[in-house]
């Protein structure tokens, strides 16, 4: 079945950067785009970053320039690096493939950036 495992999230102080990963497996990895998607507390998720089977990417217009999506087809992992982290960038990050039209969603990680 379609799994997606999200690790990396954590604490850190405003300013700092954090890497996550998403690792994929139960689907054909490398001819699907994935997505980065967040939910803040009492707010709607949205999409962070997006990424095509051809490595194309598209970014919030409120990550631009500080956070980098990326994949790896041999690991089958897709990759989020944040750089420049602000306190609202806190979030539970999500992973997520769209397939045959269903969208499926990895457990999430925590992102808290605090002082």
């Known amino acids: 079945q379609v799994q997606l495992v999200e690790s990396g999230g954590g604490l850190v102080q405003p300013g700092g950067s954090l890497r996550l990963s998403c690792v994929a497996s139960?689907?054909?990895?490398?001819?699907?785009?994935m997505g980065w998607y967040r939910q803040a507390p009492g707010k709607q998720r949205e999409l962070v970053a997006a990424?095509?089977?051809?490595?194309?990417?598209n970014y919030a217009d409120s990550v631009k320039g500080r956070f980098t999506i990326s994949r790896d087809n041999a690991a089958r992992t897709v990759y989020l690096q944040m750089n420049s982290l602000k306190p609202e960038d806190t979030a539970v990050y999500y992973c997520?493939?769209?397939?045959?039209?269903?969208?499926?969603w990895g457990q999430g990680a925590q992102v808290t950036v605090s002082s």
């Open positions: 997520k493939v769209q397939l045959r039209g269903y969208d499926f």
């Open positions: 990424i095509t089977s051809v490595s194309s990417t």
């Open positions: 139960g689907f054909v990895f490398s001819i699907n785009a």
